[in-house]
């Protein structure tokens, strides 16, 4: 039973840095100072029990091409398989909805879980070139093997 989906406070910065890191130091995702998850901290979803941030998730809207990107999705370890994932995931596609964007897409290295949520494949040379200004400051541009996977809304 997932008791607390809300969107985040700036009180949880410290927590949702700290579950991105973790995944980041092994590197499953890229890693977020905590100057960035302030400035878009109105992004973020977050799922909490007993106080502690379990799950985090941010909806990031890019451009003016009714475009928006899942960022930052990450569930605790000993929190997976639980329907937490998929729940951040849905209540970001529904804020999106309302926000009649008409398309959300995701890099991810973990395609299967996007699938499972009515993603599919997408070639990243069909997103707009923005996307990249992040890229080219990662370590691993050009050589990164996330895969873009898209949903419309
Ligand atoms: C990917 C991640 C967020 C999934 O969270 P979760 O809460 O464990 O996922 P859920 O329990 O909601 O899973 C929903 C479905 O996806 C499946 N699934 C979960 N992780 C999966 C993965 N890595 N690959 C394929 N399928 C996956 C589940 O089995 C479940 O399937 P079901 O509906 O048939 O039961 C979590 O594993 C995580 O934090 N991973 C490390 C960080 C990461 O890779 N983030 C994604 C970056 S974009």
Known sequence: MIKNIRKARISDAKQIQSLINFYAAKDLMISRSLNEIYENMRDFWVCEENRKIIGCCGLHIVGWENLAEIKSLAVEKTKHNKGI????VEICLQEAKE?????VFALTYSPGFFRKSGFKKISKSKLPHKIWAECCNCPKFPGCEEEAMIKNI
């Open 99 to 103: 926000l009649k964007l008409k398309k």
């Open 85 to 88: 994932g998929r729940k951040l």
